[in-house]
């Protein structure tokens, strides 16, 4: 405890700060939802996803989600109650995508997204260079020459027409950004 006294000309002396007590960090709020790894055959369960919360452009908070088998999550974060705008990323080819949520009472739910997949070179957008990594690596599995694990777009251990579809179905599709 603190205590500091000032002593007026006639007078009593008077207490500028007094404190009792234990301070503690901010509340934790509970964010959770779903996330849809489009075209994706491989199991979710494990998957790690990265959280961003804005307000605006500023960065107000990040965490991350573990999914489960059904591709639901939950995270804790010290942001207060309000409106923000959530940013999902998987990584590994899938686009980041925002939604705006609220948190209200410590809780903010249904915070849900589909990522689209494609973006084999990792660079935010599906666009030729993507497109000319697949066609490299097509009819490949992890034992070929020509392997690359990021153009099996859907986790099957195999470069194939499905692989190829994701990438046609999601061409120029973009990472969204706050």
């Given at each position: 405890?603190?205590?500091?006294q000032?002593?007026?000309?006639?007078?009593?002396?008077?207490?500028?700060?007094?404190?009792?007590?234990?301070?503690?960090g901010?509340?934790?709020?509970?964010?959770?939802?779903?996330v849809?790894?489009?075209d994706?055959?491989?199991?979710?369960?494990?998957?790690?996803v990265?959280?961003?919360?804005?307000?605006?452009?500023?960065?107000?908070?990040?965490?991350?989600?573990?999914?489960?088998?059904?591709?639901?999550?939950?995270?804790n974060?010290?942001?207060?109650?309000?409106?923000?705008?959530?940013?999902?990323?998987?990584g590994?080819?899938w686009?980041?995508?925002?939604?705006?949520i609220t948190?209200?009472?410590?809780?903010a739910?249904?915070?849900?997204?589909?990522?689209?997949?494609?973006?084999?070179?990792?660079?935010?957008?599906?666009?030729?260079?993507?497109y000319?990594?697949l066609?490299?690596?097509?009819?490949?599995?992890?034992?070929?020459?020509?392997?690359?694990?990021?153009?099996?777009?859907?986790g099957d251990?195999?470069?194939d027409?499905?692989?190829?579809?994701?990438?046609?179905?999601?061409?120029?599709?973009?990472?969204?950004?706050?």
């Open positions: 405890m603190m205590r500091r000032v002593l007026l000309s006639n007078a009593s002396p008077i207490n500028l700060v007094s404190f009792t007590g234990t301070l503690v901010a509340p934790s709020s509970t964010v959770s939802g779903n849809g790894l489009s994706w055959a491989a199991a979710v369960n494990g998957r790690t990265s959280f961003k919360l804005y307000t605006g452009t500023t960065l107000a908070g990040s965490a991350t989600g573990t999914l489960n088998s059904s591709g639901n999550y939950t995270f974060t010290t942001v207060a109650n309000g409106t923000y705008t959530l940013l999902a990323d998987a590994r080819g686009l980041s995508r925002k939604r705006s948190i209200a009472a410590g809780t739910t249904g915070a849900n997204f589909t990522l689209p997949n494609g973006d084999i070179s990792n660079d935010g957008v599906i666009d030729l260079t993507d000319t990594r066609a490299v690596a097509f009819n490949a599995v992890p034992s070929s020459g020509n392997w690359d694990a990021e153009a099996d777009v859907n251990d195999v470069v027409l499905t692989d190829y579809t994701a990438v046609v179905v999601n061409f120029n599709g973009l990472d969204e950004t706050p």
